[in-house]
């Protein structure tokens, strides 16, 4: 089906059914299965224009990204889409920050590791274990994100009174501590965000994070508040 026949049917869907511009990205997908990404982009781009319908970088990758369109397409490839659209450069790269979960791997003997992730006042991080084990006590065994629930943290730990082991942040310089565990939600305050095991981090009570081992792999989503 061609291109001009897809671009009838975004017409006449919006004026009789005034769906949404997802809704007729799955209509046009399903009438022509072989469209690519990148002409679907341009085709809702165009229409888009044509009619003053606002479709920001966002809106358009998240169309894009969805289950039933184009779910598995890589970031370097939708950011390609998007700037070939027309949309600006720094748009697509915050719409791309909100697409795509950041993946990072913290070390037990790392003290607050520093993610890059910088949150804007207006953001919230969703911060969600994945896989893999540490200890904050080899003589204990290993243990997930959410720590050695047989014991408590002593006075001089990342977060004293929670589980040996656990998974902390904190934003920058705050002096304030978040137990992540398995899941947390954090919003920003402009500041960047690091991560800790709970343990020992002044060696007040023998090795500190020295004789730690293990790493963990998160999985971080950013989102608007």
């Excluded at 390609?80 to 920050?97: N, P, S, T």
């Excluded at 960047?192 to 709970?198: D, K, V």
Aim: glycine share 8%; net charge negative; proline share 2%.
């Amino acid at each position: 089906m061609n291109r001009e026949v897809l671009e009838e049917i975004l017409e006449i869907l919006q004026k009789i059914n005034n769906i949404s511009i997802l809704e007729c990205a799955k209509i046009v997908k399903a009438q022509s299965p072989k469209i690519t990404a990148k002409e679907l982009s341009e085709i809702l781009y165009d229409y888009s224009k044509k009619n003053n319908i606002n479709i920001s970088a966002l809106d358009m990758g998240g169309v894009l990204l969805d289950k039933d369109i184009f779910p598995e397409t890589k970031v370097d490839d939708l950011r390609a889409i998007l700037l070939d659209c027309g949309y600006k450069k720094e748009d697509v790269e915050l719409a791309l920050r909100y697409l795509y979960p950041i993946y990072i791997k913290v070390k037990a003997t790392e003290k607050w590791h520093d993610t890059g992730i910088k949150l804007g006042k207006n953001e919230m991080a969703i911060i969600k274990y994945i896989s893999g084990t540490w200890t904050a006590n080899p003589a204990n065994g290993m243990c997930k994100a959410d720590g050695d629930f047989r014991y408590k943290a002593k006075i001089g730990y990342t977060m004293p009174g929670e589980n040996e082991g656990a998974l902390i942040a904190k934003l920058e310089d705050e002096k304030n501590v978040f137990l992540v565990g398995l899941k947390k939600e954090i919003v920003g305050v402009n500041k960047n965000l690091y991560l800790c095991i709970n343990d020992d981090l002044d060696k007040r009570y023998g090795a500190g994070l020295d004789d730690n081992k293990g790493e963990l792999n998160l999985e971080i989503k950013i989102n608007l508040c």
